[in-house]
């Protein structure tokens, strides 16, 4: 059984795979890495047959949920982490995290990022924002980080699958899906991996359609956590308002496309906080209380049409 399982889903990222997969490999720990190739055509899977010491799978382009779960079916690893194929991790992240949840007995060892921009060389390190309640950062009352900084115990996420019919934000779901099981967290207070930001396609880039279903799902992601929630009895004010800080710009860009379903969406925020007020100009929000959101809305999307 390996220390650390490292699950990276890839498609036709040949460019930056090696990267990504050389920096998962650490002195003093024992790291397996996984690399499930999701159908591409670039080389990819031949690059990869050729490779040793890494888990190596093929799939036919089934989608990047599928591929993580596919990879964390074959980890065995005592802690696992994921990391995109145009990413790669910080020097001594699994070390030194894994040294951490060792000695303290941590579910998950958190950390903050750092960004690199491709074109101008630029980077940026996002520290870790410290917060007394997780669920609550995680629904956005707080920069959150990424979930490719943290290392997670294994057999404390085992069973919480990347779900397919949220594909395009699978990763926010999981990481609030972990949030709701109170995990032991301790803080790593350096960069967990570099994200680059770069021109070419991302995995789950939306435009269009796509980015409306985007937008939805995130609301659906919402409407699923906070169900869970209220069950529970642990809907508290706090963590409904910072749940609806995320949404209103979803909905407010989905109302572009579709006014009436985001004006049911707006009208569930208002149950879940009638004292909420639309972040927007007062003009706006007069607009929004004498004609109603999904009017306001197509006026809007009318004006910009007329321009």
Excluded at 58 to 76: F, P, S
Excluded at 172 to 190: D, G, H, K, M, Q
Excluded at 260 to 268: G, L, N, P, Q, Y
Aim: glycine share 6%.
């Amino acid at each position: 059984m390996s220390d650390i399982s490292v699950v990276i889903p890839t498609y036709n990222r040949l460019w930056s795979l090696p990267q990504a997969v050389e920096s998962c490999r650490s002195e003093g720990c024992d790291v397996e890495i996984i690399v499930v190739d999701d159908g591409s055509t670039d080389g990819t899977w031949e690059w990869l047959r050729a490779q040793t010491g890494i888990v190596a799978i093929r799939t036919e382009n089934w989608g990047k949920d599928w591929a993580v779960q596919t990879a964390m079916a074959a980890a065995r690893g005592n802690y696992v982490r994921f990391l995109d194929s145009d990413d790669w991790l910080a020097p001594t992240a699994n070390g030194e995290q894994l040294a951490l949840a060792r000695r303290t007995g941590a579910d998950i060892v958190v950390a903050g990022y750092e960004d690199h921009d491709d074109a101008t060389g630029a980077r940026q390190v996002h520290e870790w924002v410290d917060c007394d309640d997780f669920i609550a950062q995680q629904l956005g009352e707080v920069w959150s980080s990424h979930y490719s900084a943290f290392l997670f115990r294994r057999d404390f996420i085992r069973d919480i699958p990347h779900r397919q019919e949220f594909g395009l934000r699978d990763d926010r779901l999981f990481i609030l899906e972990v949030a709701l099981r109170n995990p032991r967290i301790e803080v790593y207070r350096r960069p967990g991996f570099v994200h680059r930001q770069h021109g070419a396609e991302r995995l789950q880039r939306t435009a269009g359609f796509r980015r409306d279903l985007g937008h939805w799902t995130y609301i659906a992601i919402f409407r699923k956590v906070l169900g869970m929630l209220e069950v529970r009895g642990e809907l508290t004010l706090r963590r409904k308002r910072a749940a609806i800080a995320v949404m209103w710009p979803n909905v407010r860009t989905f109302a572009k496309t579709y006014p009436s379903e985001a004006a049911e969406i707006v009208d569930w925020i208002h149950r879940l906080d009638p004292d909420f007020k639309p972040p927007v100009r007062p003009v706006l929000a007069g607009a929004y209380k004498l004609l109603g959101f999904a009017a306001t809305e197509k006026l809007l999307r009318l004006r910009t049409l007329w321009r």
